[in-house]
């Protein structure tokens, strides 16, 4: 697998790339300053592609892509790094009142090695940042729920608003 990297505001500089195969392991790689890349000996079968550069003021970009590699085939992957997301939401008890000090992780639906990591606020608030465009599931560490919500984040820069997610008192 090789291509190149642009990112949406033409900055140049390398990103950070991982090849993930579905039900595997995964291979890291960094791009060159140009953007090109490349996995070398890359098996056949459904692979998820991830890329991430800094930007500035702390906005990152990203990209992620599934692809489906065939025996001996050369794939070529040339992808724009958008704006990564940022999901908010709120944490309480079963009675109302705010969990201080929780950590919130977004697990990606397809690849639970892909996480995200937030902590509350002294209301109980979360911000998460640098999410890439898939479905993430957020579950709030050492908590019982009903359940965790799953939430959609679109590749461009918006904020998602997770909602209220109750967790039950310690």
């Known amino acids: 697998v090789s291509g190149s990297l642009l990112r949406s505001d033409g900055a140049e500089g390398g990103s950070e790339t991982f090849l993930r195969r579905v039900g595997s392991g995964s291979t890291e790689n960094t791009s060159a300053r140009n953007g090109t890349f490349r996995f070398d000996d890359c098996e056949p079968g459904d692979h998820l ?7 500035n003021r702390g906005q990152s970009f990203s990209a992620h892509r599934r692809i489906t590699l065939r025996e001996g085939e050369e794939f070529r992957l040339d992808e724009v790094l958008t704006p990564s997301s940022t999901a908010t939401g709120l944490v309480v008890d079963s ?3 705010p969990v201080v000090g929780a950590t919130v992780t977004a697990y990606g639906s397809e690849n639970r090695n892909l996480s995200r990591r ?9 911000t998460i940042v640098g999410m890439y465009g898939c479905e993430y599931t957020f579950e709030v560490e050492d908590r019982e729920s009903a359940g965790f919500p799953t939430v959609s984040v679109r590749q461009n820069g918006d904020r998602v608003d997770v909602g209220t997610i109750v967790v039950e008192s310690k």
């Not at 592609?49 to 930007?55: P, Q």
């Not at 937030?118 to 979360?126: E, L, N, S, Y």
């Open 118 to 126: 937030g902590k509350t606020d002294a209301a109980g608030r979360f």
């Open 49 to 55: 592609f991830y890329a991430r550069s800094g930007g």
């Open 95 to 97: 009675a109302g009142a």
